[in-house]
């Protein structure tokens, strides 16, 4: 059997699965202190004979292997996970090799995998909901530096329409603080989802998304964009991407079907738990 985790800052989704990905359980555990919420964690794990465990987890996190903060949770606002040694506790628990990664990048790989980027060597996902993050896999492989990707946290000119300050709390205007969810109800007192389909604000996030996708598509050049999280549940929205995204890349790079490049996730809201049990699976001997 193996594991996953996807470690978010509201709730933990664990699950176990065989070696050909088939869930056997899962639960949803609240996000409360790391002494409660693993203890749940251990109680629903300990049932099973895992043989590895994939963790995608909320962030930032450290990375990187031999430095004192590998497999810590680091700077968060969440209360009492600033520091705390998540990954040295699941190895306390569990003599199993263990994939560690943020929630983003496992997402990017379930999505590489299994999503709607499958078939490509390369993809980089990027949630927006109520924060901003992406992942990044190239050549099948999760990318990660001395740190791990912060795609959220970008700066992108301001539209000239727009006077909201942003919701960043430490860059104010990046592109989370003037593109996650939290920035469209700050803006107009509604929350994104209620928002009519003809609202002006719509024109302000189809600019600060598609800056950004310019900007990764210039760094990364990857096969494919994948775009999910709770904003993107809205259906306008994406062909205003593709229109936006034209203009501003303006035929410096070509590319060639738009529509076929940017794309939405392929497995809403599975799609770092998915990662997190493949990431899993490549730990085993055989894999």
Request: proline share 6%; aromatic share 10%; net charge negative.
């Amino acid at each position: 059997m193996i594991g996953g985790i996807e470690a978010g800052g509201t709730k933990f989704v664990c699950a176990v699965a065989n070696q050909e990905l088939e869930i056997v359980e899962r639960i949803a555990i609240p996000t409360t202190t790391p002494a409660e919420t693993l203890a749940e964690v251990f109680t629903f794990f300990d049932r099973f004979p895992l043989t590895a465990l994939g963790v995608g987890s909320f962030g930032p996190i450290g990375v990187r292997k031999g430095q004192e903060n590998y497999g810590h949770i680091l700077a968060t606002p969440k209360p009492g996970w600033t520091n705390f040694d998540f990954l040295g506790a699941l190895k306390r628990r569990y003599d199993i090799p263990i994939a560690w990664t943020t929630d983003v990048n496992a997402a990017a790989f379930g999505e590489l995998t299994q999503g709607a980027a499958s078939g490509n060597q390369s993809c980089i996902y990027l949630t927006v909901g109520t924060g901003i993050g992406g992942g990044i896999v190239v050549d099948q492989q999760v990318f990660e530096g001395v740190s791990h990707p912060e795609m959220g946290h970008i700066f992108v000119k301001r539209h000239p329409k727009d006077t909201y300050e942003g919701t960043c709390p430490y860059h104010q205007d990046c592109l989370e603080g003037l593109a996650s969810g939290p920035s469209l109800e700050a803006r107009t007192g509604i929350r994104g989802e209620n928002l009519p389909e003809n609202h002006p604000v719509w024109e302000l996030q189809t600019y600060y998304l598609a800056q950004a996708l310019v900007a990764y598509t210039l760094i990364i050049n990857p096969e494919k964009i994948v775009l999910g999280g709770g904003v993107m549940n809205q259906p306008h929205l994406l062909p205003k991407i593709h229109q936006q995204f034209v203009e501003l890349m303006n035929g410096y790079v070509t590319i060639e079907k738009v529509e076929e490049y940017i794309v939405k996730w392929g497995m809403p809201d599975e799609s770092g738990l998915i990662g997190s049990l493949l990431l899993a699976k490549q730990k085993l001997p055989s894999c």
